[in-house]
């Protein structure tokens, strides 16, 4: 033993090593310790707890730790003394507590083994014969060559220790000459042949030849043939033949030919024979198994103080201590020997350690964190280095773990010294825990969410990688390989009354934790609960499903040790936006939208205040609208829950304005490329009150909550809007509610309803709101009042319209909502076009297609793309509202629903609207208009509810009257000239009000036509040289002369007085009456012109006028009077229309306005035996014309039918017919001279008279006092008309009333060239004044034109005065000026000379 100061072992030169820093020395496990305990080091002051805090002092902050020397007891070697330093031979060996060097010495022989053998199965034998599977063979070998089972009797083959070819004997083959008969040479086993029998070929003149086995020929017997005269001759098998009886006097014969055969049998023998095939074989080793003898050799342990024998067999192990010196010069001692010599110290030492304190140790020692038998990083703990020392004394203070933690593998503290020399642990261990938990996004140092939106997607939503770590002052960087941390990640949202509302922000607190989903990353051995992780820190994967809302943030819960741990990330909240809003209606939840091509039940249309629906465009909105948030799939967040956080709004296409735009979109949708919040359009207490408002335009739950995903939207109502370009838009989490720009604070949580994509399944873009309409002004007002069978059924008022002009009441359309107007011009609904037609179930139940009539409008068309509508018939599937439309219009026409300053509402009022189209001569009674305002106005095959309609008043259409009949005009040169006519027929067909005089000033230059226009409100053009209807004309009287005793055909007397000559070709039209019961042509009439007549005559039958043209060679004399008869072969009778005549009078019957009463347009009335059941007259029943007793006076009209029963066939017509001239344009001018080649003027100028009215215009008769223009009466016109105080125009003389003389020309007789005198007589009528002007009209060119007055006087009975006298050359006038009063009826005789 050696002394415990200093612990000296040995040294080897001036580096004095110490047994307890010897590193090749140390103690091991090996060495069996004594005196102290576990070893080298004392540790005092140890007094942990458990959890210690990281980075906090440890409980035992202050460690003492004492060095001393070990002493080993049972040193030696194999447990002998240790003076023995030699151990004992066998398969183990030990020294232990030695010092010096341990030899090792090994003996005997080892085993065998396989060596480099590289066979699988190989193995040795004791004896070292190799093996391979159990047999004896120093390898495996693979056979080669060309033997094989078709070639050989086996395959090639080796021999198995050596590898040596087996190769098999060859088979045999055959070989020879062998065919025919299927045969074949063959072989046996041992190569001998093995033959086919002979076989032989047949050959002879019979195919019945054979051979047996053996080649004898077998030949058939030989057969008879028949021949002679008969057919039936035969012969037996022996040649005996066979002859026929003779018949009818002939005899037969017969005979038999022998036919003989020959065969032969030819040998075919076959020649065989046999040979043997030959193959080689060799054998490839593929590998080795050889035996070769192990050595004799030894492992050692890792202290180097124990060995084991290796070899096996006999080999054997033995260990001896020996002496380690630098000196070898004195091995063996047992004692250390020091030379000083050149101060190199040399020792050998061979001893144990003493186990005593180790008072002179200063070097180094260190502390360290222990766990599980391993030492940690010393970076783990604070302090570890002693603060003071002295005699073998360290002293360790405010020792603190730092960056590791553990909560089930506990710490100890390990004390070394320097070059681990000696190493002690703690006796008590402890746990450490943490005190803060960090989550930052993955790669960088944020501490907050990855994302402030994140879009729901699909289940598993991904919300960003995380990484968690655990901390104290600083990042924990340690923790035991095996301990699992568990952390919980959470996600909040907000609470409201203990309820989950993820649109507050103030209190969140509602844990969301189902529906978190964390996925780990390579850190993660397992997912238990939410997260858990081994190791410091842990990266993983957050998934959300099922939410969506405004507030959420994620926190991470861990407890550890029975210490809690809560972190919410830092940072802004982050918000979950679902994918979709998915739109559904009713309680059933009907998916609008079914698949992106399916698109379902969504409304064109919305009715303004319509009740709810669920039928799309018959009504109002669903009942219930349902809106799911979804992910991208369609599947429902159904943990989604927050608080008044849907809202729905009424928006506007912005291109969708009152007015249309350059490209109108009338009939359609608008493209709608922006929307915006829709105003009010006009004024609502409370909620409207004015055009900025909008809160009020849909009304209903507009806000509401979202429970499991799902908002749910009732009674919902459009209002106070109207037009095209509208949609509901949803709005998920709006910013200010109640503002006017209102959005979600989500990107996707706007949904528009119509969707714009929709429009790939066929859906509109938008919805029409409709409106209601009514019609403050109908159609009517013109021609007679009808009374209360036709038109608006009101006495007093005229409801006529006429054909082919504008209407005096032109339509005035307002809209309306339910119980208010859009009184105010505010300019704020879509655009509203409005659509005129005919109704087809109109026109007394249908039949206005019948007549092809067309509403036509050309400043206000009937609609924006169309300026005509033709009229259709009510027709199955079409609905009343069907019209055929016609001349299209790029014109972008103002046809639409507006503010009108003239209306003081949103409206529209016609101003050109009139009836064009094929009119009937008795007129149309009960016609009504429709005004359309929707989608597919402009061709509404059925009316599918897609459009507001109104309705107008029932009214009454009537053509334009007759020309004016017995037509004169009197020229009174400078003073003007005189008008007189008397009023065409008047019925309700052709109704006349008054007259329009036109006037047109004259030169004498070549006339050419002239546009002007008849009416100064209307564009209807008039030409000179036209008809009546065109504005001007000629026309002729023609009085009509004809006895209607019989209803067989008669004759007529034309009678007619030109008042212009007439040359060949010209013709006067003559339409024929029109009465009750009408002149009409028979078509089968039979003559063309009339016998000594000058004109040629032309018949119209189907519309009963006569055309009679001068012929060639003849000519008409101005003021020559002419007769002509039409003879009653031409086929001429009366017509009644509508049905049969009847004496009856209908007094006491029902009538019904829609089918059986109707007025005639002629004055008539039909009716019919009515059936009150079956609401239509009896079958059978005859239509009669009659008066019944019920009808109101003021519906019969006097002088077509009259009220007597007894005159009910008594039929008057009026005498003169007006024909209108066709001929040289040169005669048909207003304008004409005086020169008798016709010469055509123009007109200067032209002006209208102000219009003539009886006193009452809308009835069926022309009476009573005439009226001019709206102000001045007839009595004052008269009265200054009589005392020549006034030259205004016209002068309207009562009807009657006729200031006109007719007077005759007698006594004409001419002195020369240049003068000429004449005699007038006739009588006055009424009385003359003085001073009063005659004007005398004369015939063109009957007087020169430079003729003037010599002599002018008059003869009054006996009496003569002189009355002065003008003659104007230029229009051929005479104008006598009166110098005293004549009585009425007094005859005059005027005398006149011209020179």
Known sequence: MYSSEGCPIFSRGTDWTYGLLASNYNISASDTATSIESGYLVILGENFKSPEVVDEVLSSGSLEVDIYCAQVAGAGCDGQSSNIQVGVWGNESQCLGCVGVVEVEVTGVGEWYIGTSNCSGCTCNSSGVPFVDGVEAQGLWNAEGTCNEQVAQGNCSCTAWDGVPITPAGRYFSIGNCSGGGRSCACNETGHAITPSTIYEIQGDSPDCNCTSDGVPITPPTVYNASGNHSDCNCSSDGVPYTPPSANNESYYCTCIPINYTCSCIPNPCSCGCQQYTCGCSCVKTCNCQCERRRCGYEMSEDGKRYVATGGNTCSVRAKCVASSSDTQFPGLS?????????????????????NIYSNYSSGIQAYLLQDGSLLDNSYLKNATPSSHANGKFYFRNVAVTKAISSSYPFNITFKTENDAAQRTTASSFLVRPTLLKVFQTGTTLEEHTSTDYLVQDANTYLGNYTVELWGSSRIEYIHRDENVVVSAILWTGSRAGNMDSSVSSSLSYNLQRFLNVEGSSDHTSVVGVDAFHGVSATFKLHVSSLAGLYFQLGYEMSFLNYSFTVRTSGRTFQLSPSRLLLSYSEQFILYQASELDVRNVPSVVHLDGANNDTANVAGLPSIINVNLTDASGATLSGSNCDSCMLVRLYKCQDSSPSAQSTPYDYTFPPCTSVAQAYCATYQAGVCTSSG???????????????EGRAIFSGLTVKYVFGAGYRLRFIFDSLNPSSYSVSSQHSTGVQDFPDPSWQAAGVNNSFFVLPRLSVTQSPGGEGLDAGLLGGDFTLGTPDGVPYGFAFKNQPIVKVLGDGYAFDRNWGTHGHAPLTALIKSDACGGGGCADQGLK?????????????????????????????????????????????????????????????????????????????????DTSNPMMYNQLFAVADSNFFDLFGPPDAPVNFKVSNYGALGFRLEFDPPFISGAQPLSGFIVEVDRCTDSSCLPKTQHVHPNFATPKQLGSDYELGGGRGEEVLVKYNASSSSSFAL???????????????????????????????????????????????????????LTVQEGRELIMSAPLDLVIPDYCNISFEVPYGQQSSKMCSGMNYSRSFCLSIFSLGGIRCCDWDTTTQSCRANALVDICVPSTVPESVLQDGFVSTNSSEMYAFLFPSVLQGFFIGNSLQTDNCFSNSTSYQSCESEDSFVLPKIEDESPSDLFWSGTLRVGSTSSSAQLNAACNSLSTSSNPCILTVGFDRSMFVVARNVSSNSSSSMGMTMEGTRSHAISAGDALFIQFPAGATSSQASTSISRVLIGADVFGWPSTFNSSDSSLTIIAQNAVPAQTSLTFEVGLQ
């Open 335 to 355: 004692s250390c020997h020091v030379s000083v010599s050149m101060l190199v110290l040399t020792c050998t030492c061979l001893g144990f350690y003493d186990g």
């Open 693 to 707: 408002q909008f809160l009020g335009t849909l009304q209903g739950t507009t806000l509401v909550s979202v429970t």
């Open 855 to 935: 509403l036509t409008g050309s400043s206000s068309p009937v609609s924006q793309t169309h300026s005509s509508a033709v009229a259709e018939s009510l027709a199955a599937g079409k609905g009343p509202y069907f019209a055929t439309f016609t001349g299209e219009t790029d014109q972008n026409y103002g046809v639409e629903l507006k503010w009108s300053d003239n209306l003081q509402f949103v409206g529209f009022k016609y101003v050109d609207l009139r009836i064009d189209g094929i009119l009937n001569e008795t007129g149309q009674v009960d016609l009504k208009l429709a005004f359309l305002c929707g989608v």
């Open 1053 to 1107: 007397t034309l009678s007619l007085t030109p008042s212009r000559r007439m040359v060949a070709g010209d013709s006067l039209v003559l339409p024929l009456p029109k009465f009750s019961a009408d002149l009409k042509l028979k078509p089968s009439y039979s003559c063309s012109s009339v016998d000594q007549s000058p004109f040629s005559l032309e018949i119209f039958p189907q519309e009963s006028v006569l055309q």
